[in-house]
């Protein structure tokens, strides 16, 4: 990277700039260092981490289902007792270290727009960046998604979303509704269920549990629901969120106590709690919302990327709308191992668009 100035603006030049440093960032950074391709990492958390470094303390590392190595360097020996976000947390700074990454943080990347020339326009908390090509990897977690329900504003108890959830104890006594069908939702009430007083779980749709191993064919399948949804200009849902509840031990025994019993979704919220249209109720404290995340992209507003369905279309991992843009950790590559190789296929991509302007041929 290298500066130039431009009038009383420093503009910072970069042939490609990557936002978000979590698996799909420092993928992408690894493969840009590879190709020698000239890049900078912007990334607005505190530390190495991506969204791990916020998750829950008792999400420890045995408890995360499957979680794939960052290219060129295994996690081996990692504790299963301690908390993810520290052990991927340290994996990382590792990992940063190792290939030399030099993640930028804690900087905020607010927008990005078109700039002169033909380059993008980065516009970010530590000034402004010009580039060729823009890998976005910016993840899920910093856009918690809340739903409505009638009456929620006058609910007197606490709500709260799995973004802002720190383990169970805090809930000790209380009467807690769930709400969510994920396996968030699932961890949140094993957890609690031993120190509330009462809890509800509630789902829009009846929760499938997924009974065995989830293979290479499972797996396949989960990322072409995604991509297809992706592929016709949806906003994604996650892979992890299509491919079932994992039948393990811990939820048989939630199935087997009845913690796991699930109500479909109140009608309205009340001041106290929930209400069904058959007129059933049920008192709460608390209302956790485990209802997902949605692709964290306002930044890219500017581009007009979105499709009319709310989604943005990508082919692999370029935008459809914008060559220059890729997103990595988007739909279908929203998962460990999603991530991993769209960072190598964005890069590949990017390498080729970067000759051909080079060459000054016209775009393909
Ligand atoms: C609770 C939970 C459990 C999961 N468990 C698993 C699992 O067991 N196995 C699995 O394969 N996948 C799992 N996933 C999905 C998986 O975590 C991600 O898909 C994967 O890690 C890819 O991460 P990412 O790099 O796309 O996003 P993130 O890890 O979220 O990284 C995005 C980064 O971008 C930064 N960022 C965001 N916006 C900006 C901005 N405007 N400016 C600057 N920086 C920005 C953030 O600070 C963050 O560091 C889970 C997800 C959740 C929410």
Known sequence: ????????????????????AGQAGLSSAYHLTRAGLDHVVLDHAPRPG??????WPSLTYGRVHGMHALP?????????LRRSSEVIGEYFAAYEDR???RVRRPVDVSAVREGDGGRLRVETSAGVWSARALINATGTWDRPFW???????????????TANYAGPQEFAGARVIVVGGGTS?????LEIADVAAETTWVTRRPPVFRDGGFGEAEGRAAVALVDERVRRGLPPQSVVSVTGLPLNEAVRAGLASGVLDRRPVFDRITATGALWADGSRVDADVILWAT????????LAPLRLREPGGGIRVEGTRAVRDERIHLVGYGPSASTIGANRAGGAAV???????ARERVGSPAA
Not at 50 to 55: I, T
Not at 72 to 80: K, S
């Open 50 to 55: 991506g969204a791990w470094q916020f998750r």
């Open 185 to 189: 939702a699932v961890q949140h009430l």
């Open 99 to 101: 290939f030399d990454l």
């Open 72 to 80: 060129g360097m295994e996690l081996v020996g990692a504790d299963p």
């Open 292 to 299: 997902g995340f949605r692709a964290a992209v306002d930044h």
């Open 348 to 354: 590949r991509e990017i390498r080729r668009l970067l």
């Open 1 to 20: 990277m290298n500066n130039a100035t431009r009038d009383a603006d420093t503009v910072n030049v970069a042939d490609v700039v990557v936002v978000g």
């Open 147 to 161: 739903p409505r329900y009638p009456g929620q504003e006058t609910f007197r108890g606490r709500q709260l979303h």
